[in-house]
């Protein structure tokens, strides 16, 4: 079954930078738009970012609008999320996954994810 496979999280001061990587393998899915979300303590999964399959476009929360950066490698199928100048409340579980609109709706089952948590 596919499964996005995420890594790079940890524990960082505010401020610092985390770059997180999302592969997705099993089939292609250099055509679809790549997403990334996330899933604070208690609330909802939430969008973070996504880009097109060719790099062209990005979307972005206006909570990270010119923080983060993402970014794809169709030859690997990976998918990045360059977090810097991180705030407490960027705290989560980060997620990606191949997605139908730049939005969100999920196409594969959600991983694991990985666990950004910043310190005051």
């Known amino acids: 079954q596919v499964q996005p496979v995420e890594s790079g999280g940890g524990l960082v001061q505010a401020g610092g930078s985390v770059r997180l990587a999302c592969e997705v393998s099993g089939r292609t899915f250099s055509s679809q738009i790549l997403g990334w979300f996330r899933q604070a303590p208690g609330k909802e999964r939430e969008f973070v970012a996504s880009?097109?399959?060719?790099?062209?476009?990005?979307y972005y929360a206006d909570s990270v609008q010119g923080r983060f950066t993402i970014s794809r490698d169709n030859a690997k199928n990976t998918v990045y999320l360059q977090m810097n100048s991180l705030k407490p409340e960027d705290t989560a579980v980060y997620y990606c996954?191949?997605?139908?609109?730049?939005?969100?709706?999920?196409?594969?089952?959600w991983g694991q994810g990985t666990q950004v948590t910043v310190s005051s």
């Open positions: 996954n191949p997605v139908r609109f730049w939005w969100g709706d999920p196409i594969v089952p």
């Open positions: 880009i097109t399959w060719s790099s062209s476009i990005t």
